[in-house]
């Protein structure tokens, strides 16, 4: 009986690990959107104002 519990603690374990894993890896995915939505926002401000430019000198 023992031994079934210690097994079941054990299994437990490995799936918490998993899941655990499985939460860095979307948390990962998240910040990696995140990052590049920014970074394309950056860019297109940095177009819009170029732009801007383009046409007070014209």
């Keep these: ?8 603690k054990k299994e437990r374990r490995e799936r918490d690990r998993e899941t655990e894993s499985e939460r860095e890896r979307l948390r990962e995915r998240e910040w990696k959107r995140e990052t590049e939505r920014t970074r394309v926002e950056e860019r297109d401000r940095e177009n819009e104002s170029g732009r801007e430019r383009q046409r007070e000198r014209e």
């Design 1 to 8: 009986k023992l031994e079934r519990k210690k097994e079941r």
